[in-house]
């Protein structure tokens, strides 16, 4: 397999603080990497240094061998990067089918003349657009379906709200899916449908997923790998079972004192 | 590990919501107070513009009175500049106060290019083309500077450009300064001049489509999609793909440019214009449109818009004006007395307490006061409101004490505020008579602002403004 996402060396401070430093990760083209780690670890900053709201300060990032270190955010975003936040950032008074075909942005290509005039390219483009928006929404099955397409984003609750963040950020047709703890606030029925379906979207859409995730069962259900941060620095990486049990992931969760238990016993 | 991987096999199907279905089902059943809002979104939007712009026409062949084609020509410019405004505030979600500028750059820019100034007579159109892409450049140009600001900061920016504008026209020898351009020529369609006020309105009534088809079709595309996301959350939008500052600057570009059309055609019928025909107040009535109407809403802005100009006119008749306030004052009291039976007890108080204040009143003071009269045409109003025969002072102090009795009337609770509020209303017949009736046009704008906060308390998304949210 060939590594889609590089990051070496990665190293960033906010003022005198070491948010990330030489960090060095790697994405096959179609795995699902976990990232883990405790809160302030670094992992959504991770995220943010891979589409564009900060640049390191050393090191690279590289996308299939392009280097996307001083690339502004919103062309990294048609290099192939996408993403869903952690703290829900929908549009939220556009209509759900809104907030799909609005991130169809980066790749089409009508220029404002054309729109006015509605040439048959532009015609065609937006048709193309609406049928992309049906497709993503489609993925979810019923729950982004019927009136609720028209409703505005707002009237939403909160897990369908994470599901339509998911389908906002796959209409940009990404090759590289960031997912900032999908399932965070949602139920144990969603949770398991969102490992599902984290599941399938690698295996029909193709994308390479790196997802931060709190939810063990969730990193263990879909991860092919699992890399742990803390303090931002990579303390271990492997198969889940390896970095579930590695000493000092336990530490790093826990405390000190767990480990010299877990150690006495 | 644990049963939570391994779902119940019966559990819930994946991806199925039976919560749509049956909310689904729900709202089919409700439907019939819908039905006709329903039956008219049925209707292609561009039907029913069709609809709106064929109205609009036949009401200026029917009308043959100047005076009432003047108005329906400033609803229709006002609405089109409002209309580009809200490309920039409703859509693109940027506080721009500098817009007025633009406005008046058309106007100039017409003025300098046919007039007897520099003896340019050019062809409306070809003045028009370079008004509309040259405002839409320097609209790009000023927004440069500001493109990474929003909020207060671009507030405060435009505002400064704004008064640049403003200051530059009012000294520089080139606009003629505070003395305005004069003489402009009448717009020139090849060779086919327009002169009568008639033919103007159709001229704006052209802008007016041509803006509103323009803004519709670009709204309705990835241009307006993006601009409305950016609106929502600027950094959301820009990590999905969209050009943020790009985009702000060509929404800066399409509301100067439409400002700068709507400024020419002004000019040419003003015939003389002056700094001051594009200061703050035309700005603050742009907005008090946009927002009346509703931000975001093209409907809404066409409709508020009317109401803010119509408003303004009808109002300006003193007869008009007393109407309104009496039957505003009436409607407030019906729909905010609780229970139903004060509100004849106020009403019937208020006049009672008048008549005995207006026989204490004309019996104490007989110099002071017009006698009571209970003949003629007005009345009602004369035999129990006090008139001054010479107004200015006391109807200015009974101004003064009404707005301190309302704030008043606001801290007092129960039977005790609806008694209070007797006298009260008395004060604002009495401030009204002798003061506000007297200077129409003061009287229409305090009146539409009270309109206007009335409205933004009950509805504060507009007349036909979208609910909305902003952080839940």
């Known amino acids: ?265 | 590990m644990d049963d939570r991987s391994q779902q119940p096999p019966d559990g819930p199907r994946i991806g199925a919501d039976e919560w749509v279905a049956r909310q689904g089902e729900h709202r089919r059943q409700n439907e019939l107070t819908r039905r006709l809002g329903r039956a008219g979104e049925r209707i292609h939007p561009a039907f029913r513009f069709f609809a709106l712009v064929a109205g609009i026409a036949i009401f200026g062949i029917a009308t043959s009175d100047q005076y009432y084609q003047r108005v329906g020509f400033n609803t229709l410019y006002y609405a089109a500049l409002a209309l580009g405004l809200n490309v920039v505030v409703g859509w693109a979600g940027l506080l721009d106060l500098g817009y007025v500028a633009f406005f008046g750059l058309g106007a100039y820019a017409y003025a300098l290019l046919d007039s007897p100034k520099f003896h340019h007579h050019w062809p409306a159109l070809a003045t028009m083309v370079v008004v509309g892409f040259g405002c839409a450049i320097v609209g790009i140009l000023v927004s440069l500077p500001s493109r990474r600001l929003f909020g207060d900061y671009l507030a405060i920016i435009t505002l400064f450009f704004g008064q640049i504008f403003y200051n530059l026209v009012g000294n520089l020898s080139l606009t003629n300064g505070q003395n305005g351009m004069t003489n402009l020529d009448p717009l020139n369609f090849f060779g086919f001049h327009i002169t009568t006020v008639r033919q103007y309105f159709y001229v704006a009534l052209i802008l007016f489509t041509v803006v509103t088809c323009v803004l519709w079709l670009v709204n309705n595309s990835r241009t307006g999609r993006a601009w409305r996301s950016l609106r929502e959350d600027q950094m959301a939008a820009q990590l999905l793909g969209m050009p943020v500052n790009w985009l702000k600057l060509l929404a800066f570009a399409f509301g100067a440019s439409v400002a700068g059309l709507s400024g020419t055609v002004f000019a040419s019928l003003e015939v003389n214009i002056f700094p001051n025909n594009f200061y703050l107040s035309v700005l603050i009535t742009l907005y008090a449109i946009v927002i009346l109407g509703g931000a975001g809403s093209m409907p809404g802005v066409m409709l508020g818009a009317f109401t803010i100009i119509v408003g303004l006119e009808v109002l300006a008749t003193p007869d008009n004006a007393r109407l309104l306030f009496y039957a505003v004052i009436a409607a407030g009291l019906v729909l905010w007395l609780r229970p139903w039976f004060w509100v004849p007890i106020v009403i019937g108080g208020t006049v009672a307490f008048g008549f005995v204040v207006s026989a204490i009143a004309t019996a104490a003071w007989p110099d002071a006061t017009k006698p009571t009269s209970f003949g003629g045409q007005n009345l009602t109003m004369s035999s129990w409101v006090v008139e001054l025969t010479n107004p200015t002072r006391g109807g200015a102090y009974a101004y003064g004490a009404l707005i301190a009795a309302v704030l008043g009337v606001t801290l007092l609770k129960g039977w005790v505020q609806k008694v209070a509020l007797i006298p009260v209303l008395y004060l604002a017949a009495f401030a009204w008579e002798n003061e506000l009736a007297l200077n129409p046009s003061v009287t229409a704008e305090i009146l539409l602002g009270a309109l206007l906060i009335t409205l933004m308390i009950v509805r504060p998304t507009g007349l036909l403004g979208q609910h909305r949210v902003e952080i839940v």
């Open chain 1, 1 to 265: 397999m060939t590594a889609l996402l590089e990051l070496s060396g990665v190293t960033l401070h906010f003022g005198g603080l070491k948010v990330i430093s030489e960090l060095d990760l790697v994405v096959s083209e179609n795995e699902i990497v976990s990232l883990i780690g405790p809160n302030g670890a670094g992992k959504t900053t991770v995220f943010n240094l891979i589409t564009g709201v900060y640049d390191p300060e050393e090191g690279d990032i590289r996308l299939d061998g392009r280097s996307l270190v001083g690339v502004v955010a919103h062309k990294r975003t048609k290099l192939g990067v996408s993403r869903t936040f952690q703290t829900l950032r929908l549009f939220l008074n556009l209509t759900v089918e809104e907030n799909v075909m609005a991130a169809t942005y980066c790749h089409t290509r009508s220029h404002v003349w054309q729109s006015i005039l509605r040439t048959p390219f532009q015609r065609r483009e937006e048709r193309d657009v609406r049928a992309l928006a049906d497709d993503k929404l489609a993925f979810f099955g019923d729950r982004l379906a019927g009136y609720r397409r028209r409703q505005p984003a707002y009237s939403l609750s909160y897990a369908n709200r994470r599901r339509l963040e998911i389908a906002r950020a796959t209409a940009t047709k990404p090759r590289l899916l960031l997912l900032d703890e999908p399932a965070a606030g949602m139920n144990p029925v969603e949770t398991h449908e969102i490992t599902e379906l984290i599941g399938r979207l690698r295996d029909e859409g193709g994308y390479t997923i790196l997802v931060i995730e709190h939810d063990m069962h969730v990193v263990e259900g879909i991860s092919d790998r699992v890399v742990a941060l803390d303090h931002g620095v990579k303390i271990a990486e492997g198969s889940f079972e390896t970095v579930a049990t590695n000493e000092r992931v336990v530490e790093a969760y826990l405390g000190l004192r767990a480990t010299e238990e877990d150690a006495a016993r």
